[in-house]
C-alpha cells in the first residue's frame, strides 16, 4: 500500500464527509449549509477517520470489534479535533451539547455510536469501491495527481488558518473598541446631550442606560469590522457554529445574523 494512494483516500473521503455533512445540515435547517472550515469541499476529520478505520480495522476478526473500534475511536478523533481547534482558533464547528450523554459538547454517546456504524459502512461497503478506484490508476498517474491534491489542500489549510487568526484579531480589537473607556464615553455623551437639550442628568440616565449605550457602541462597531473583512474571513466566521471563548460568543453570535441579514437583504434587491 502505497502512501500516494492513501493520501487520496483521504482526499477523497475528506469530499464524501462534506457531501454528507453539508447535505445532512442543509436538510436540517431547510436552507443552504456549506459545512466545514475549509475553503474547499472537503472535511478532513472524515477522512482521517476513514483512513484510520481501513489502516486499523481491516485486520479486525469481526463486525463487533470493528464497531467498537471505530466508535471508540471516533470518539478520541472528535475530542482531540474539537479541542486543538477550539485552543488554535476560540471557534466551535461542532456543538452536542443539546444531545445527551455529551462530554463539554465535544463528542457525545448518540454520535460515536453512529460513527460506530459509519465504520461499518466505510469498511466494508464504500472501502472496496475506493480501491478499484485508484487501482484504475497506476502510480505514475496517481503521484501527480497527490501532488496536485496536497498542494490545493495545503493553501486552503494556510488561507483558512490565516483568517481564523486574523478573525481573532478582529473580535478582540472590536471588544476593546467597546470596553475602551466606555464610562467616560457614556459620561461624556449624557453631559454632551444634556447641554444640547438642556434636561437634567439623572433624566437623560434613565432614557438611556450604561448597558443601553454599550449595545450603541457594539452595533457602531460591529458594523465597522463587518465592512473591514475579506472574504474568507466572512466564510470562516460563517462556518463556525459559535465560540467558547466568552468575550467572542455573543459578538461572533451577533456578526453572524448580521452577514444572515446583509446576505438576505442582498438576495431581495436582486429579486427586484
Not at 502512501?3 to 445540515?25: D, P
Not at 479535533?81 to 451539547?97: G, I, N, P, Q
Not at 466505510?122 to 487501482?135: A, E, K, S
Request: aromatic share 12%.
Amino acid at each position: 500500500m502505497h502512501i500516494t494512494t492513501i493520501f487520496i483516500w483521504f482526499i477523497l473521503y475528506s469530499i464524501l464527509g462534506w457531501i454528507y455533512e453539508t447535505i445532512f445540515c442543509s436538510v436540517k435547517t431547510l436552507k443552504w449549509d456549506n459545512r466545514g472550515m475549509l475553503i474547499g469541499p472537503y472535511c478532513p476529520i472524515y477522512g482521517v477517520g476513514a483512513v484510520l478505520d481501513v489502516l486499523v480495522c481491516s485486520g479486525l476478526p469481526n463486525y463487533g470489534a470493528v464497531f467498537l473500534t471505530c466508535m471508540l475511536g471516533s470518539a478520541v478523533l472528535e475530542y482531540t479535533t474539537s479541542y486543538t481547534t477550539e485552543k488554535l482558533f476560540h471557534a466551535v464547528w461542532w456543538d452536542y451539547s443539546d444531545l445527551p450523554l455529551n462530554i463539554k459538547g465535544r463528542i457525545c454517546l448518540p454520535c460515536s455510536l453512529g460513527f460506530g456504524a459509519a465504520g461499518l459502512i466505510v469498511l466494508y461497503g464504500i472501502h472496496p469501491y475506493m480501491v478499484r478506484v485508484t487501482d484504475s490508476l497506476s502510480l505514475s498517474w496517481q503521484e501527480p495527481a497527490a501532488l496536485l491534491l496536497m498542494a490545493v489542500f495545503s493553501a486552503d489549510c494556510a488561507l483558512t488558518a490565516d483568517s481564523l487568526i486574523a478573525l481573532n484579531v478582529k473580535l478582540e480589537t472590536t471588544m476593546k473598541a467597546i470596553d475602551s473607556q466606555i464610562s467616560e464615553r457614556y459620561d461624556a455623551w449624557i453631559e454632551n446631550t444634556r447641554q444640547n437639550l438642556s434636561e437634567g442628568l439623572e433624566t437623560l440616565k434613565e432614557k438611556i442606560s450604561l448597558e443601553e449605550f454599550r449595545e450603541r457602541r457594539m452595533m457602531e462597531e460591529l458594523k465597522h469590522t463587518l465592512s473591514t473583512m475579506n472574504w474568507n474571513q466572512t466564510r470562516a466566521l460563517r462556518s463556525s457554529v459559535s465560540f467558547r471563548h466568552a468575550r467572542y460568543r455573543e459578538l461572533g453570535s451577533r456578526m453572524k445574523h448580521a452577514l444572515s441579514f446583509r446576505r438576505k437583504e442582498t438576495e431581495r434587491q436582486d429579486l427586484k
